[in-house]
């Protein structure tokens, strides 16, 4: 069982805000980058540390922590950001990293 | 412009050893970063299945880890996979990312394409 929890689906009405968060232990210790993935590409990027963007990723994106809780938040959801979205970490370890089961995110 | 590519059989027979290479383009191996392997089974989520430095230390996922070994090879500038013993739980989009690594903070910046590995007789 991945030691990162993420809500199975969300949805949002096109043009407003959604948050997906991302839960676990090793959070309140490490940063967690996300992860964007469409149907039959590779992930790609969309946010690391603290809360920064990869050049490229609309600044409509963000990032934020709170505990052992960490969110990306798309603020004016488009709706080319239909996607399935990863938290990504370490393990209490410190050293083998972990992905969260992802999120649907479904733009209405 | 870093490019990464995965190469290697798409199919392969259960009980024998999976093996894919990432050929790096754009950027030196011996120069940094942790270079990973993720794997991805049909209609499921991404797994971590280990990263190695340029220097050659390695980190696996303790579910693998008697299965695995990831290699690099700076002179070719590639790193390598080999699973052993498949069958077709294993079977899964394998793909090779750069990996960025902080005291606090890591995340894989660049990604291949994926490669798809059937295990299957």
Known sequence: SSELTQDPAVSVALGQTVRITCQGDSLRSYYASWYQQKPGQAPILVIYGKNNRPSGIPDRFSGSSSGNIVSLTITGAQAEDEADYYCNSRDSSGNHRVFGGGTKLTVL | ?121
């Open chain 2, 1 to 121: 412009q870093v490019q990464l590519q995965e190469s290697g059989p798409g199919l392969v027979k259960p009980s024998e050893t999976l093996s894919l290479t990432c050929a790096v383009s754009g950027y030196s191996i011996r120069s940094g970063y942790y270079w990973v392997w993720v794997r991805q089974p049909p209609g499921k989520g991404l797994e971590w299945i280990g990263s190695i430095y340029s220097s050659g230390s390695t980190y696996y996922n303790p579910s693998l880890k008697s299965r695995v070994t990831i290699s690099v090879d700076t002179s070719r500038n590639q790193f390598s996979l080999k699973v052993s013993s498949v069958t077709a739980a294993d079977t899964a989009v394998y793909y090779c990312a750069r990996e960025r690594w902080f005291e606090r903070d890591n995340y894989m910046d660049v990604w291949g394409k994926g490669t798809t590995v059937t295990v299957s007789s």
